[in-house]
């Protein structure tokens, strides 16, 4: 399949690779999605820090390691085996920090509304085969996301722009998490920036923001970013993948760190 053939949008480009079974990779101004044989095997968004940062920021891989790992098998796309065959990282701890790497820039990714996304045929991500996710599952838990960010704060350009404290307003006693993120908020740093600044995954740091906004701590600026993820449209009555029971356990694990 060729870019002139996908649709207007990233989400109904995805169903039409996914029931052709496309492998490459779908690219907008947001995000890129990369898939094999229809299922999603990885997402990269600007938007949200990349598992280089997040292993080696939080310390599970030392920085030397990673940069070894790219280096020896980055060219053959094999560089999550090589973590793993090598020792620097265990394959359960990969697949669930790849997980939450995929979910949280899919979240980004999937609101692209510029450009008509393209399609590369046979394009590959240099991780390599970690575990591939039913487009219908990765739409489904953005869609979970976003509804859950909605509930807490209503305003989802936090998610992009740049974020202000409040001035004068009364922290008062706020978990340990939370005073972490609200001391990162320097008018200049977007949710992206503070996330990777701690080694964090985004959507945890979204909803940690999006409490700060309700508890009236946290603003954006007005120096957008860019267009905050698009509203998904309702699914009527979803089908069950097989791994879906496995994906539900994954993510309430990856909400618990």
């Known amino acids: 399949m060729t870019s002139t053939h996908l649709a207007a949008t990233v989400l109904d480009s995805l169903a039409l690779l996914a029931a052709d079974r496309a492998t490459g990779a779908l690219s907008s101004e947001r995000g890129t999605f990369f898939l094999s044989a229809?299922?999603?095997?990885?997402?990269?968004?600007?938007?949200?820090?990349?598992?280089?940062?997040?292993?080696?920021?939080?310390?599970?891989?030392?920085?030397?390691?990673w940069h070894e790992a790219?280096?020896?098998a980055g060219a053959d796309r094999r560089v999550g085996r090589q973590l793993v065959d090598s020792g620097r990282l265990a394959a359960g701890a990969l697949e669930l920090c790849h997980l939450g790497a995929l979910f949280d820039a899919a979240y980004f990714a999937l609101g692209a509304v510029g450009r008509p996304p393209r399609f590369r045929p046979g394009a590959a991500h240099w991780l390599g085969a970690v575990r591939s996710v039913a487009v219908d599952t990765v739409v489904r838990e953005s869609r979970r996301r976003r509804d859950r960010l909605q509930l807490i704060?209503?305003?989802p350009d936090l998610d992009s722009a740049p974020l202000v404290r409040v001035p004068d307003a009364a922290t008062g006693a706020l978990p340990v998490r939370r005073r972490r993120i609200l001391a990162q908020v320097?008018?200049?740093r977007t949710?992206?920036?503070?996330a990777a600044t701690l080694a964090c995954r985004t959507y945890p740091t979204l909803v940690e923001l999006r409490r700060l906004a309700a508890?009236?701590?946290?603003?954006?600026?007005?120096r957008a970013t860019g267009p905050a993820p698009a509203g998904l449209p309702p699914q009527a009555a979803p089908q069950q993948e097989p791994d879906t029971a496995l994906l539900r356990r994954l993510r309430d694990?990856?909400?618990a760190l």
């Open 253 to 255: 694990a990856l909400e």
């Open 153 to 155: 704060w209503p305003e």
């Open 186 to 188: 320097d008018g200049v």
């Open 70 to 72: 790219l280096e020896e």
């Open 38 to 65: 229809g299922g999603v095997t990885h997402v990269d968004s600007p938007l949200s820090p990349d598992l280089g940062v997040l292993l080696t920021g939080s310390g599970v891989v030392d920085a030397l390691g």
């Open 191 to 194: 949710a992206a920036e503070i």
């Open 215 to 222: 508890d009236g701590l946290v603003t954006a600026t007005s």
